[in-house]
């Protein structure tokens, strides 16, 4: 097998577990991401002040998570890979859709997301992620200067 073929089923395969671990997300069961994660996995969350160091932090993170979370629809936008070796990088943008007691669907959270990972064997594991919101209300009318505390 050529190193393009092998990089591009390398890809495939990453994203295939990131769909998958978003997937039972979406049902309330943060055990697909927990499955990925490494060992030492680190993580950036917007909504705490501090990275998150090991797989039982998260593990402690997510238990309140499960069977809450629903999010019927997701679609991963501008999703892009890049492998070398055996590390790869993962980035792409989020959005979750909600529904309303009708089954009105809208759309709920919109994020930023990239997970940094590692080949053991032939297994790939996130040994890094972090989130950030995308187009965030409270964000809307900030510029880098404001977000800085300069004056424009």
Request: hydrophobic fraction near 35%; include cysteine.
């Amino acid at each position: 097998m050529n190193d393009t073929v092998d990089i591009q089923t390398s890809a495939d395969q990453i994203l295939m577990l990131e769909r998958g671990a978003l997937d039972r997300w979406g049902k309330g069961d943060p055990g697909g991401f927990l499955e990925l994660y490494a060992t030492d996995i680190t993580y950036f969350d917007p909504l705490i002040a501090a990275r998150i160091d090991g797989h039982q932090a998260m593990d402690d993170y997510y238990r309140p998570c499960i069977g809450k979370i629903r999010v019927p629809r997701y679609e991963m936008l501008n999703p892009h890979v890049i492998v070398d070796g055996n590390m790869a990088l993962l980035t792409y943008n989020l959005l979750n859709y909600i529904e309303d007691t009708d089954g009105l669907e809208s759309v709920g959270t919109r994020w930023n997301s990239t997970s940094v990972y590692q080949r053991v064997g032939d297994i790939w594991k996130t040994i890094h992620s972090h989130w950030s919101f995308t187009q965030h209300p409270a964000f809307q009318n900030m510029t880098p200067e404001t977000s800085e505390g300069l004056e424009a």
